[in-house]
């Protein structure tokens, strides 16, 4: 099975910073990856698809690159909204695993 | 637009078996363009992927769940279902079903289950 692995584990932001978090995997599947992000106590959201397709309704200010084994969620100007967890997950092969999570915190 | 409902007990016995439900609306579960899915997360822990059925009845399975899990589809209720068997403390978990079209991931999910194993 592909294993995901996100870095880092925590990301301590302002207002208006750009951030970058990523996402390794332990072997290459294209670019079948989704971004999601998730705020305590609901479902997770799903951001980005395909690795940098943007989801129907998603600010602009969030973008993603890279295929093969390595990705990036990128935050163009934190607000104040978007403090939350963020997780990637690979959907090429049977498995769905996802990456353990980024925390975006103040 | 698809709509997705976890339904369950939220107290099971350890060694028991875990049951879930996931009611579908607005997409039918014979539909192939998706994989019916359920995710868990511990409390402050991070998305677990337990496994997928389609419309077939085909499944896949983590390694971590795959001797303890089955799934299965209702086509007359437009739902599926999880059991996990042989539960313990270490199977509570805020349970999620999910789904979505196959070229995006998970853009569809309920607002998940909690679940308690305990005596």
């Known amino acids: 099975d592909i294993q995901m692995t996100q870095s880092p584990s925590t990301l301590s932001a302002s207002i208006g910073d750009r951030v970058t978090m990523t996402c390794r995997a332990s072997?290459?599947?294209?670019?079948?990856l989704a971004w999601y992000q998730q705020k305590p106590g609901k479902a997770p959201k799903l951001l980005i698809y395909?690795?940098?397709t943007l989801e129907s309704g998603v600010p602009s200010r969030f973008s993603g690159s890279g295929s093969g084994t390595e990705f990036t969620l990128t935050i163009s100007a934190l607000q104040p909204d978007d403090f939350a967890t963020y997780y990637c997950q690979q959907y090429k092969s049977y498995s769905r695993a996802f990456g353990q999570g980024t925390k975006v915190e103040i | 637009q698809v709509q997705l409902q976890e339904s369950g007990p939220g107290l099971v016995k350890p060694s028991q078996t875990l049951s879930l439900t996931c009611t579908v609306s607005g997409a039918s579960i014979n539909s192939g363009d998706y994989y019916w899915s359920w995710i868990r997360q511990h409390p402050e822990k991070g998305l677990e992927w337990i496994g997928y059925?389609?419309?077939?009845?085909?499944?896949y399975f983590s390694p971590s769940f795959n001797s303890r899990v089955s799934m299965s589809l209702d086509t007359s209720e437009n739902q599926f279902s999880l059991n996990l068997n042989s539960v313990t403390a270490a199977d509570t978990a805020l349970y999620f079903c999910?789904?979505?079209?196959?070229?995006?991931?998970?853009?569809?999910w309920g607002l998940g289950a909690l679940v308690t194993v305990s005596s």
């Open positions: 059925i389609r419309n077939s009845g085909n499944t």
């Open positions: 999910a789904t979505g079209a196959l070229y995006k991931g998970f853009n569809y």
């Open positions: 395909k690795a940098s």
């Open positions: 072997q290459s599947f294209g670019n079948w």
